[in-house]
């Protein structure tokens, strides 16, 4: 059952780590297809697959963050045989966030090795207290702001609406999100963002050194909120670099 929550585009029998990544709200594990060849075969990517979504449909989403981000903690000891390694798109870092937390505190369980965080506001910062416009002209202002979904999609109605329904609920999350006050991990923190993302500053990805007794460092790329989908070899290099130190 733990497995539900996981799908791996390209198995490397050799590889010495797992990267698992976070799709963004909205998104689904299908997001870091991609990604599965341009790493070294010492680097086996892993998806998440969010419930309620792509080939989980008839799965009742969890109702929040931490909730999903404790059943994802306690299903990652499955892949717990070799160090793991999250990463975490907008949403999906807070989400990884959280997962990390519960790993660090899980009786048995092998803590993260490292946590990337990408595109978000840390959890303390006050890019996050804002409230997310759930009504329909919000979520298609906020989608074609954003980047990231195709004009196929913003223009087939009932593509879109599926969408709509999934970003409306992601967005209820996040706006029901309250992280504990000081609330750390004791992996390392990487975060990355884009220089011309109109949803997250400096200042927010620079907030979070706060939430790690670990190391941290910030890296920015040429871009938008979804900056990943133009930068991918230059992300692969730098993800590359974190994980061997």
């Known amino acids: 059952m733990a497995r539900r929550w996981f799908r791996c585009f390209a198995r490397q029998p050799a590889a010495s780590l797992r990267l698992v990544c976070f799709p963004h709200a909205g998104g689904a594990a299908s997001f870091f297809f991609p990604w599965a060849k341009p790493f070294s075969p010492s680097v086996e990517v892993w998806a998440i697959r969010y419930p309620g979504r792509e080939d989980r449909p008839a799965e009742e989403p969890l109702a929040g963050i931490e909730a999903m ?28 966030f959280e997962t990390a937390r519960h790993r660090d505190r899980l009786a048995g369980g092998a803590p993260v090795t490292r946590l990337i965080a990408s595109s ?6 006050t890019g996050l207290a804002r409230t997310r416009g759930t009504d329909d002209a919000s979520l298609r202002r906020d989608l074609r702001q954003g980047g990231g979904t195709s004009d196929a999609v ?18 209820r999350r996040l706006n029901g999100y309250r992280p504990l006050p000081g609330a750390t991990t004791g992996a390392p923190i990487t975060v990355i963002g884009g220089s011309d993302d109109p949803t997250v500053d400096d200042g927010d990805l620079a907030a979070w050194q706060a939430h790690t007794t670990s ?28 994980l061997a130190s």
């Open 69 to 96: 981000a404790g059943e994802i903690a306690h299903a990652l000891t499955v892949l717990a045989d070799r160090p793991i390694v999250l990463f975490g798109h907008s949403m999906g870092a807070l989400v990884a």
């Open 120 to 125: 978000s506001p840390a959890p303390i910062s």
């Open 154 to 171: 913003l223009d087939h109605p009932e593509l879109l609406e599926i969408v709509l329904e999934t970003l409306r609920a992601d967005y």
């Open 215 to 242: 190391t941290f460092d910030r890296h920015i790329f040429t871009g938008g909120h979804f900056h990943l989908a133009d930068t991918l070899p230059a992300i692969v290099a730098l993800v590359t670099r974190e």
